[in-house]
């Protein structure tokens, strides 16, 4: 597979670091030297000084540049060139059991989407009694869990009365109608403040609505409120303060969906919207008990959220089955022109060729290890064979972080130009802050090289992926987020039990490009022989 790009757009050059109005006839031969010392490059003196009016014409052009104005969703020419994709809708249905009769509120709030849709399609609640009992736990708990940044209370009661009033009339939109949500506040929506979790943006009010909303909208869905994101997309903590995990108020949720990952397995939503770009649906997922989704690269609209990288970002729903995740991404994945193709859900696991990571998994002595050695004995005995494979290894993957850095520093080169970043909360060694000060510092040369190995990357691990349906791997094991984030193939982790301190653990499950058909399907399979998903967390419950 080809990844195409053109590098105009990058500004991130070799002496980036003495970039600034002004400086076109301070600059000398030692500040060039002195720069190339970061990158272990050194040149004769002589040649050094040849450098000097290449690098004033260039700072000009930097200046110049800076004048004219650039919309937040304008992206770079680069982009993958995928496989042709069809639009595989998953035929679902209604689960009838005794959900049905079911009055506490708690339990109520804990149910799966294809529940909660019952009751709501048969009448046995409504969308605005279903809000009412969201809207409640999440003014109850949210001061344990710190996960809304922003209530949407009068925006979903009049959602929810729509749906109710669309319903009496006879009209039902889907297995979405009526249901509430929270989504990270990365998301914009006209008259409510998109913070992206930092302090510089807390006030930012952007006059758009995000494609993913405005397709819940049309889905019947009812939007409760923005959750909180790390700041720009980092980590657990924002201007407000930790995100807290439902199963240990000591711990944050991991992040960036923090906010998502954590009011979903509180029972605070229905489901939520992640976004992940190197782990920020699964990590949260993961520590937070519940099924998260992180879809093919491209197959989700990312118009309408802040950019961290515009080749990673994916946008995913959190939810507490893969069949609520199966549900949400029917609605949300990207539809135009493209062929409908209906798939059976329940799909028989033995026309499927599973592998799983076998070096992850033998290597692994983390706290997940136990169950994920129950979790691949329970699927060798649903599946004819359980191939041992692994990924591409002979990688520089140290340096392909510099990616997403790079990128990030040119979306947010005007809040550094302001120097924002010195506003931001977190200014420790690995905050976000710093990462964006450091991104001036990449030169262009070094992202195109790690790029041109990310595409020797992406075709060693397609060979792979193309001898199989389904692959299985730990959730952290080594390497495999960077290498499937940077490829973009799909991934769900699932929760697949509690660890000796009543932690979740989970086990990730990651399929082909856009067959999020086999992949949810497949986990959906496994989810019915247990029942680690309907797990709750203690405090909440």
Sequence with gaps: ???????????????????????????????????????????????????????????????????????????????????????????????????????????????????????????????EELTKIYLKRIKKYNKDLNVIVTLTENLAIKQAKKADLELNKGFYRGLLHGIPYGIKDLASFPGYPTTWGAEPYKNQLINEKAEVIQILEESGAVMLGKLSSGALARGDVWFGGKTKNPWDLNQGSSGSSAGSASATAAGLVGFSIGTETLGSIISPSTRCGVSGLRPTYGGVSTNGFMTLSW?????????????????????????????????????????????????LFLNDTSRYAKNNTKTLALIKKKTPVLYPTSLPKNFPFDVFDIILRAEAGAFFDEFLLKKKDETMVEQNEKSRANSLRQSRLIPAVEYIQANRFRTKLIEATNKIFNNYDIIISPSFGKNQLLITNLTGHPAISIPNGLDENNKPTSITFIANYHQEDVLLSFVNLIQKETNHHLNKPPLFY
Excluded at 97 to 102: A, E, Y
Excluded at 313 to 331: L, Q, S, Y
Aim: aromatic share 10%.
């Design 1 to 127: 597979m080809i990844l195409k790009k053109s590098i105009s757009w990058i500004v991130l050059l070799l002496i980036s670091s003495f970039i600034s109005v002004g400086y076109y006839n301070q600059l000398s031969t030692s500040d060039v030297t002195a720069a190339l010392k970061l990158f272990n490059i050194e040149f004769s003196k002589k040649n050094t000084k040849t450098l000097l009016p290449y690098i004033k014409k260039n700072q000009k052009g930097y200046t110049n540049m800076r004048t004219f104005v650039l919309n937040k969703n304008t992206q770079p020419a680069i982009s993958f060139n995928l496989p042709t994709k069809n639009t595989h809708y998953i035929n679902l249905q209604f689960e009838e059991d005794s959900s049905s009769i079911i009055k506490d509120e708690k339990d109520i709030a804990f149910l799966p989407i294809s529940k909660l849709a019952y009751l709501i399609k048969n009448n046995l609640i409504s969308s």
């Design 311 to 359: 080749s990673m970002d994916k946008i995913g729903p959190i939810a507490r089955t893969a069949k609520g995740c199966a549900i949400v991404f029917n609605e949300i994945q990207k539809k135009e022109g493209l062929n409908k193709i209906n798939k059976p859900f329940n799909k028989n696991t033995n026309n499927l060729k599973v592998a799983f990571l076998e070096d």
